[in-house]
């Protein structure tokens, strides 16, 4: 059963839901009667409680995406779609410590702290202060964010791996970066991360991701790749089964690579077919190199 102050949604048979804190003595009135906070506290999840008026609403806890598409914000979130993947990308969990900048409204933030568990560790950048302080108040209305810590930089200052209020010269082992110009921080993200460690950057224009995918081209990285997530949902009725009429088209592009330093040995050792041969070729023209790595 919800205990006070836990966050719960209500779902009238109309369809219409409504989240809200169990407070003792804060009831609410509806066109349909009055829940009795004391009732509300008294349903299990998945029961009904029902108003002055004997109208049932259905108590329902309140799951990630709940949380995400619920919070204040002033800025434009990223969608659960895209939220998904990029933390399957990042490998957030127990254990591991993920950076990201900037912090927005938190609705990352709040996902980020979720996946990471107790055992997880987020560090988020925020070099706005009214940002700065609405993501936290956003993690501490989700219930979240215990494993966060929000610090209040701007990153062309770096990220702190020296600062003992930060990383404390611990380096972190993965990075979201969504920052209008991503390319500008690529040696502050070196410097703050791990060998090996994944990148992911959420863009919104084309102009953006090749500006970005030439960066990444001049530095050590490696298994870059670009996305964009289309969720079409169905009109989930058996004998009529078929697309709806809207669908969560473009939100944004996803772009991900990987800190990879590279060797000699590596290079002689790459075998590449046709298309690969072609594809290096104008890299290294792009980079303006030889095929032996000169500078031209």
């Not at 804190?21 to 509300?40: F, I, P, S």
């Not at 900037?102 to 009214?130: D, I, M, N, Q, Y």
């Not at 050792?269 to 031209?296: I, S």
Request: hydrophobic share 40%; charged share 25%.
């Amino acid at each position: 059963m919800p205990q006070y102050g836990d966050l719960v949604i209500l779902l009238s048979p109309r369809g219409k839901r409504r989240m809200m804190r169990v407070e003792d003595g804060k009831d609410w009135h509806t066109q349909d009667g009055v829940v009795n906070m004391a009732d509300l506290a008294a349903t299990p999840f998945g029961g009904e409680v029902l108003t002055s008026l004997g109208a049932p609403f259905r108590v329902l806890r309140p799951q990630l995406y709940d949380l995400i598409m619920g919070i204040k914000r002033q800025t434009q979130i990223m969608y659960p779609k895209d939220m998904g993947l990029i933390c399957l990308k990042l490998g957030v969990g127990a254990g591991r410590t993920i950076l990201e900048a900037g912090s927005g409204s938190g609705g990352f933030t709040v996902a980020l702290s979720w996946f990471s568990g107790p055992a997880g560790r987020v560090h988020t950048f925020e070099a706005r202060e009214e940002f700065h302080k609405l993501a936290r108040h956003n993690l501490d209305w989700a219930g979240v964010g215990e494993n966060v810590s929000l610090h209040l930089r701007d990153i062309r200052d770096g990220f702190g791996l020296n600062d003992p209020d930060i990383l404390n010269g611990q380096k972190a082992d993965a990075l979201f970066l969504d920052v209008r110009t991503p390319w500008e921080y690529l040696d502050h993200a070196l410097e703050a991360l791990v060998p090996g460690a994944p990148l992911a950057f959420l863009l919104p224009t084309v102009d953006q991701v090749s500006r970005l995918l030439l960066a990444l081209e001049r530095g050590p990285f490696e298994e870059t790749e670009v996305c964009e997530i289309l969720v079409r949902p169905w009109k989930a009725v058996p004998d009529r089964l078929r697309p709806a009429d809207r669908m969560s088209a473009h939100t944004g592009f996803l772009v991900f690579s990987r800190h990879q330093e590279r060797s000699s040995l590596w290079d002689d050792h790459l075998v590449l077919g046709t298309r690969e041969r072609k594809q290096h070729a104008a890299r290294l023209a792009r980079l303006g190199q030889t095929e032996e790595g000169d500078l031209e």
